[in-house]
């Protein structure tokens, strides 16, 4: 834009009076004359403008603009489109910070005889930060807009909005100028906007999978700034199950959901909708946080539940197995890798886990002879994980290399009347019939 065209353009928003009506704002028309009067103008600036000749339009544009305001709500978003050419081809300086001023004019004038104020301020909000998002105080202004906006439109907002409030909001809060609460509680509103929205769009997806990644590349979502956020009010909404939900989701997202808050989010959660698959997901993180006595509670309820295939079932009683072994609960352990094996035959992770707890449970069989037949009926359970599932064979090998030495050797064997070869039952909790061997 040249400078003759700036200034000539600053005379005519000067000089033109404009129709004012008895309440202060300018008026439609006043008479058949003021209607021709405008679509004159109308009508000239259109010409040029549909034709990309601006600078014939702008005379025309601002003589309508200013005469006739509620004419044509169009006519602002031309006069946007104009205006941000011209600052686009201006050098900084005081010219182009006037250009930029007379947009955001244009806009406000618009919500003032059109309404639309969530639209408009959307657009606004992104125009000043595109043109001042150096000057964190306009980055403030734009945020404020961009905000509302977004509590005005719900789920009529813009993705590209939405998105800019969040980068605005980061922006913002590494300035200090508003808290991480603050930029969650934007995060929050956003993410329910585009979980609320019908159908399938890829652009939404990709506006959700932006907003997420800088928001976690920011440390925005680190469990510290969660717990900020959500601590004060968690008692308050623990019977919320959307509130509950949310909170579960967004830990989860964030890699927090470890967190003690998190987890008595899932806990109250599974008070007021129990399930064998939520049980099983609160043992699960509690097996993590090495509380097994919960994580076996838990995985108990999950096994009491009804309709659960067979092959999870299996694996759920594998797992409660381990816990069972953390806790020292030999015997346990037993019952519940012998039922998973009932369940899956070659279930091989199982096997070794008897041959294991075989082995810690020894102490409860007797003299130290007794103890040492453990080691028999233990490698019975390592030679049948390696031969019904060769994804364990390595280890089912490992194990039974380091067991045998523990065999009793022939002279015990002999000792107790047993050769080689015979049968032999292993009493306590293993109540298994094995084969005498000798380990050296």
């Known amino acids: 834009m040249t400078t003759r065209l700036f200034i000539l353009t600053t005379l005519i928003f000067l000089f033109v009076n404009p129709v004012v009506s008895q309440n202060g704002k300018r008026s439609k028309y006043s008479s058949s004359e003021d209607s021709i009067h405008c679509g004159k103008y109308l009508s000239a600036y259109r010409q040029f403008f549909l034709i990309n000749v601006y600078e014939h339009a702008l005379e025309s544009w601002w003589i309508v603009f200013h005469d006739c305001p509620a004419s044509s709500e169009k006519m602002y978003v031309h006069g946007a489109t104009m205006y941000r050419s011209y600052i686009e081809a201006a050098p900084e300086g005081p010219a182009r910070e006037g250009l930029i001023d007379t947009l955001m004019m244009i806009y406000d004038q618009r919500i003032a005889y059109f309404g639309g104020e ?23 202004h734009a945020y404020e807009m961009l905000r509302k906006s977004v509590k005005l439109q719900g789920e009529e907002s813009r993705e590209q909005v939405m998105l800019l409030l969040i980068s605005a909001g980061i922006s913002l ?31 939404r997806e990709r506006t959700r999978s932006a907003i997420n990644e800088m928001m976690l590349k920011e440390n925005m979502l680190s469990c510290e700034a969660l717990n900020h956020y959500y601590e004060p009010q968690f008692e308050q909404y623990s019977k919320d199950k959307a509130y509950q939900e949310k909170l579960i989701n967004l830990y989860s997202a964030a890699g927090c959901n470890h967190s003690d808050i998190c987890v008595a989010a899932s806990e109250n959660l599974y008070s007021m909708e129990p399930g064998p698959e939520s049980a099983h997901h609160l043992a699960m993180l509690f097996i993590t946080r090495n509380d097994y006595e919960k994580a076996a509670g ?14 999870i079932r299996a694996e759920w009683y594998y797992e409660l197995a381990v816990v069972s072994s953390a806790r020292k609960e030999h015997c346990k352990a037993i019952e519940y890798a012998r039922e998973a094996i009932n ?43 390696g031969l019904v599932d060769p994804s364990v064979t390595e280890e089912a090998n490992r194990k039974l290399n380091a067991y045998t030495v523990q065999f009793p050797d022939h002279e015990e064997i002999f000792f107790h009347d047993l050769k080689d070869g015979d049968t032999y039952l292993v009493g306590g909790c293993i109540n298994e019939h094995t084969t005498v061997r000798s380990g050296r």
């Open 173 to 203: 809060n590494k300035e200090d100028k508003i808290d991480s609460n603050q930029v969650i509680e934007d995060y929050l509103m956003v993410s329910g906007i585009l979980d609320q929205k019908k159908g399938s769009s890829t652009r």
């Open 118 to 140: 969530g639209n408009v301020l959307g657009r606004k909000g992104k125009d000043l930060l595109t043109y001042r998002g150096t000057d964190i105080e306009q980055v403030h």
């Open 298 to 311: 838990y995985l108990e309820q999950a096994l009491e539940g009804e309709n659960i295939d067979i092959l």
């Open 343 to 385: 369940l899956k035959s070659d279930y091989g992770k199982a096997y070794i886990q008897l041959g294991d707890a075989f082995i810690a449970s020894r102490t409860n069989l007797g003299d130290e002879f007794q103890q040492r037949t453990a080691f028999w009926a233990a490698a019975d359970m390592y030679k049948k994980a």
